[in-house]
């Protein structure tokens, strides 16, 4: 049996190794790392934005096509992100604005995409979320976003806002709700209204 | 198993080892087979089969992690206290393992995201820790990388073959290249889900055990 005084030492040599080369490991990949990580929230915002890329693009690829097309803007309190197309496309101008709340299980965040005019939504986006899956998580799946597309976030009478519910009619600023979410839905929607308060003040 | 040390240094003409390396590769690869036979580190080969490309990096993670904890562990095997064996042992492979999800995440990032959680959990993967225990502790280390590639390669092969069926029937693709025409295949999704894991892994390790035949002195 080796003494204490041993084990000590093998552990504390075994384990400083082990630390060091970590280290050194998660120092050397840092900037791919980050590289990665911001092409996937570029990637969310050019789909909101509808900027056309290759599906197949590589991270360095999609941070070149954001810093090409998208400008980020401070209109008083809000950050927009805004898309120029270049003249000879048929795509027309897009803006996004961040929201985020908290959802049932843990904080939403997403992107909402609205057109020139800056009332009609052209897109929306969540890039975190830890709702139900099945339930609350379907606010991520394509039937529930797509619906905003088209939507006003103005009422007819011209007071901001956007409803997500399952009750009767239909009005330019109302989606259906997700079943069985009434939560998920109920808290999304105060989060969106609450960009959408800050876009039409700032407007 | 002291008596059955062999050094490597005195390397028969019959082979690696004196044909023992033969023999763990055999018996890691396929008698003793981790997946199919011991039925250890399921939960993953569950998890992460639904699609082929998966599978395969799941299985090329697990090699990679088996047989650099085995080298190590087998390296250190005269030098680690005995009491905190455990311990080191775990150190050792979670280095191995966080060394893999880095690299994964630096260079093959949507990997990485589809495996999720999975890359992390090869550390409490029992095949990895039971080889260093069972294996690597006591023999030599250019065997102890026998071993560690022979479970690893047990390991992936099924992973590969579930791999390769769920996302056949499931998708009705390889590698997300259309095999099966949706003119007169309907992808049956059952297999993407957890239940075509289970029943995927099920009749496999029937059919390896149905060849196998069964353990010497087991009753039939």
């Known amino acids: 049996m080796k003494g204490n005084v041993y084990t000590l030492c093998y552990t504390g040599v075994l384990g400083t190794v082990c630390a060091l080369l970590l280290t050194a490991v998660a120092k050397i990949t840092e900037p791919y790392k980050e590289a990665n990580a911001q092409a996937e929230r570029n990637h969310n915002i050019l789909n909101v934005l ?71 939504i052209v897109g929306i986006t969540f890039y975190e979320q830890e709702e139900t899956p099945g339930l609350g998580g379907e606010i991520v799946s394509s039937w529930f976003r797509e619906q905003f597309v088209g939507k006003s976030i103005v009422d007819e009478a011209g007071n901001p806002g956007i409803i997500i519910s399952n009750s009767e009619g239909s009005a330019p600023n109302k989606v259906d709700a997700i079943s069985g979410a009434t939560m998920t839905c109920n808290k999304v929607q105060a989060m969106l209204n609450e960009a959408i308060k800050s876009i039409v003040e700032e407007k | 198993m002291a008596d059955k040390q062999l050094a490597c240094m005195t390397c028969q003409p019959k082979g690696l080892c004196g044909g023992r390396g033969l023999l763990t590769l055999k018996e890691g690869a396929w008698a003793n087979n981790p997946l199919a036979i011991q039925v250890l580190g399921i939960c993953s080969a569950l998890a992460v089969t639904n699609r082929l490309e998966n599978s395969l990096v799941m299985g090329g993670a697990l090699i990679f992690v088996c047989v650099g904890s085995n080298l190590l562990v087998s390296l250190l095997r005269k030098r680690t206290p005995h009491r905190i064996r455990m311990i080191a042992e775990v150190a050792i492979i979670a280095t191995f393992v966080i060394l893999f999800d880095q690299f994964l995440r630096a260079f093959y990032w949507d990997m990485s995201k589809q495996l999720g959680p999975y890359v992390g959990l090869i550390i409490t993967n029992c095949i990895v820790m039971g080889r260093a225990e069972a294996f690597a502790l006591q023999n030599p280390p250019v065997l102890s990388i ?75």
């Open chain 1, 50 to 120: 509808q900027v056309p890329y290759p599906s197949k693009a590589s991270s360095q690829q999609l941070v070149k096509i954001f810093e090409d097309n998208v400008r980020l803007e401070q209109l008083g309190k809000l950050k927009i992100y805004r898309y120029i197309p270049p003249k000879d496309s048929d795509s027309s101008e897009t803006l996004a604005v961040g929201f985020e709340g908290p959802g049932l299980w843990g904080p939403v965040k997403g992107f909402l995409a609205l057109g020139k005019d800056m009332k009609t």
């Open chain 2, 146 to 220: 026998v071993d560690g590639v022979a479970n690893g390669l047990g390991y992936a092969v099924i992973l590969a073959i579930i791999g390769f069926f769920r996302e056949l029937l499931g998708t009705g693709e390889i590698f997300e290249y259309k095999v099966l025409s949706g003119q007169w295949y309907t992808p049956n999704q059952l297999m993407i889900l957890a239940p075509g894991a289970f029943f995927a892994l099920g009749i496999l390790i029937g059919i390896f055990n149905a060849v196998k035949g069964p353990e010497p002195g087991e009753k039939k």
